[in-house]
């Protein structure tokens, strides 16, 4: 049995790849609350475009139930954070949200009732 304490034990490959979570946390605190809320919102359209079958990889990445889910959720965000993000920020974000939900109806075998689409609850019915 050895007498070594573990902060006297070497470092192990495993040690040293944990993250500073202290760092982390100082660097979103240095983020302004309109970037993440962008950074979060680019994502899931990014997101719902690949599952949308937007991408170069077209139909191998396609689930309509997954996308509806992203553009629901992206719509949600969009709806709650429209007073608290500039209309330079959301004018974008809304036009790229409404693309997906009108490549959603495109894409869908079986159309959704105006109104009833992802993310229309917050948006208001599309026709198309």
């Known amino acids: 049995m050895s007498e070594t304490s573990p902060s006297d034990a070497p470092e192990t490959p495993e040690s040293t790849d944990n993250p500073d979570f202290d760092a982390m946390a100082r660097d979103i605190a240095e983020v302004p609350a309109v970037e993440v809320i962008v950074t979060v919102a680019v994502n899931l359209m990014s997101a719902a475009a690949v599952k949308l079958g937007l991408t170069e ?41 409404k693309s997906l939900q009108l490549a959603f109806r495109e894409a869908s075998l079986v159309r959704d009732e105006p109104g009833q689409g992802p993310g229309e609850k917050y948006t208001g019915p599309l026709y198309a």
Do not use: M, N
């Open 57 to 97: 990889e077209g139909d191998q990445h396609k689930d309509l139930d997954e996308a509806r889910k992203l553009v629901h959720a992206l719509a949600g965000l969009l709806d709650a954070s429209t007073t608290e993000i500039s209309s330079f920020h959301a004018a974008p974000l809304r036009d790229g949200l």
